[in-house]
């Protein structure tokens, strides 16, 4: 019995860590599928996760919170875009450049405007009454069951009190699915993404389609910023996004640019960081293992377990190369 609830812990520390890898490997989806080049995921989910705090912090209001990091998201987004479809600029680049953006805009404005280090005020402070961060989710029954053997660990444990965006990450996967493979719109995304000069040659606009996926990438991207920020952690914090962009787009490129196979990946690395986080002070041996060592294992683990079971992951064929139109 206690190897089964330690198993239902880990699982459930997965559904909370895999949860902003998720919405930010569906986002960066949507940008590659068009073509886009979207390293800069990193900054779009911090810049959100600032924007949703601040906003969170001065209003009171964590929905208020939410609204901000996306529309922040969206406005880096956009800009990307500006960036990639309109000026044609490299996209690994200009994502490089956002990314340096959004981690030295959010610290000089978060110290700027609350004078703690670039971080922002607790989003749950009894003195001041203030209680702006997003509640766990209780489903109905999981407090009558939660003594019940087995099926009150997998249903009030695993399945019950998470963050409602938890729960929107995992509806976020089929959702996005049928956009893509369903929808007149999927069909023009990934057009686009494989040949370009032939959407263009139909009648459809090349650049509106990928201004149009960012956009969707954005809004995504944002709530894997909020998450962070508003919901998992109570307060924003310099780079506090911690490579989970990057670790998106590998999850993303390791699923073969399709939700499910982002979503398995994303799955796994929230399993090995869960397994780590139960694992410090871990003796082997009479040897103290260094918390370094098992805080990049899960990291060192994706990728050898990845690399070595995916296969040949095949990029859309017009990823990361300018389309300009030609002129008659």
Known sequence: MELFNSIILILDATLRNATPLIFAALAGMFSERTGIVNIALEG??????????AAAYVTGSPWMGLLAGILASVVFAQLHAFATV???????????????????????????WFHQGGNTPNLV???EELNARFEPIVL???KALEDVPIIGGIYSELLSGHYF???LAFIAVPLCWFILFRTKFGLRVRAVGENPQAVDTAGISVA??????LLVCGILAGFAGVYL?????????????AGKGYMALAALIFGKWRPRGALQACLLFGVLQAIADRSQGLVIGGIEMPVQL????????TVVLLGGFIGRAVAPKAIGRPYVKERS
């Not at 779009?44 to 705090?53: C, H, Q, R, V, Y």
């Not at 600029?89 to 805009?105: E, F, M, Q, R, Y």
């Not at 509106?208 to 996926?213: C, M, P, W």
């Not at 998992?232 to 310099?238: G, K």
């Open 44 to 53: 779009k989910i911090l810049i959100s996760a600032f924007a949703g705090a």
């Open 86 to 112: 309109t000026h044609n600029g490299d996209h690994v680049v200009s994502g490089l450049a956002i990314n340096i953006l959004a981690a030295g805009l959010t610290a000089s404005l978060g110290n700027f």
């Open 125 to 127: 402070n009894r003195a």
């Open 140 to 142: 109905p029954f999981a």
């Open 165 to 167: 965006l938890v729960y």
């Open 208 to 213: 509106k389609t990928r201004y149009l996926a």
């Open 229 to 241: 920020s508003v919901a998992l952690t109570a307060q924003f914090s310099p780079n506090m996004s």
């Open 294 to 301: 098992i805080e990049a294992l899960p990291y060192i683990l």
